[in-house]
């Protein structure tokens, strides 16, 4: 009987240090990191803008490529119609203005076959894009973006590295115009 007891004793003796040990430093640690930086951490939606409308007016073309600053200015205007986050309106009824100019365009050879033919071109393209608060005319942010388009040289034309280059830049420019990181 008194070793069963004494048993019993040094069980709960290495369970009790075994929780001082282990279970309470861990306890202890998640309680802390849910109280403090880890906290930030959320499934709600708190990453969103807080602007409502915005006024997207054509784009600028600052290179000689004809009709690309057009393009992108649409798919834009596209995106963030079927985003619905944000409201594409006129003007005088916007919170900010997104400006856009297309300040470099390139197509260079990407690939080359056996025969050092060329078998794939490459489409780089760099827009400077602005948001402005369309009140009190104040940036609220101004980033370059920059993006490649790869297109096969028999298959396809270059306005298919275009669109492959201008379908990454709405997504981009979506997402910093968006989302409030």
């Not at 048993?7 to 109280?35: A, D, I, Y």
Request: hydrophobic share 40%; proline share 2%.
């Amino acid at each position: 009987m008194v070793d069963a007891q004494n048993e019993t004793s040094r069980h709960n003796g290495l369970f009790n240090n075994w929780m001082k040990r282990f279970v309470l430093p861990s306890v202890l640690m998640v309680v802390v990191c849910l109280g403090s930086t880890c906290g930030i951490y959320s499934f709600t939606p708190g990453g969103k803008s807080s602007i409502k409308t915005i006024f997207i007016p054509q784009f600028e073309n600052k290179t000689i490529e004809v009709g690309l600053s057009g393009q992108m200015t649409d798919l834009v205007v596209d995106a963030f119609i079927r985003d619905g986050s944000i409201k594409v309106v006129e003007r005088d009824k916007a919170e900010a203005i997104l400006h856009g100019v297309l300040s470099n365009y390139r197509r260079e050879a990407y690939t080359y076959d056996e025969a050092d033919n060329v078998s794939q071109y490459v489409v780089k393209v760099t827009f400077t894009v602005e948001l402005r608060n369309a009140t009190e005319n104040e940036a609220i942010w101004l980033e370059t973006f920059y993006s490649e388009g790869i297109y096969n040289a028999a298959s396809e034309s270059e306005e298919d590295g275009q669109t492959r280059a201008a379908d990454k830049l709405v997504v981009d420019i979506i997402n910093r115009t968006t989302k409030n990181w």
